[in-house]
């Protein structure tokens, strides 16, 4: 079955940059879309950017702009370049995979364990 895990989370100052790795295994990686979500306490989970197995990119509003998604098909990891952080972005980010691979909305068969991230001011 797929598993993902997640890493690159940590402290980090307002203005700063981070980048997010979530590894993917036990499946075929080019038939999942790959989504990162994040969840701050209190607050449901918010979906924040997806790349397509073919590599066709969608972000949340929120995050445009600052955040850049990416996948290496032959590490089978995907990305999450976050820059210009401000408190808001601290959460849990976690990793999804799902299916169709084409779809920007794919159905979740997967969840990794998230990798927490914050921001201090």
């Known amino acids: 079955q797929v598993q993902l895990v997640e890493s690159g989370g940590g402290l980090v100052q307002v203005g700063g940059s981070l980048r997010l790795s979530c590894l993917f295994s036990g499946g075929l990686f080019s038939d999942y879309a790959v989504g990162w979500y994040r969840q701050a306490p209190g607050k449901p989970r918010e979906w924040v950017a997806l790349?397509?197995?073919?590599?066709?990119?969608n972000y949340a509003t929120s995050v445009g702009g600052r955040f850049i998604i990416s996948r290496d098909n032959i590490k089978k990891t995907v990305y999450l370049q976050m820059n210009s952080l401000s408190p808001e972005d601290t959460a849990t980010y976690l990793c999804?995979?799902?299916?169709?691979?084409?779809?920007?909305?794919?159905?979740?068969?997967?969840w990794g364990q998230g990798t927490q991230v914050i921001v201090s001011s």
């Open positions: 999804a995979a799902g299916q169709p691979g084409y779809s920007y909305r794919p159905q979740i068969r997967a």
């Open positions: 790349v397509t197995s073919g590599g066709s990119l």
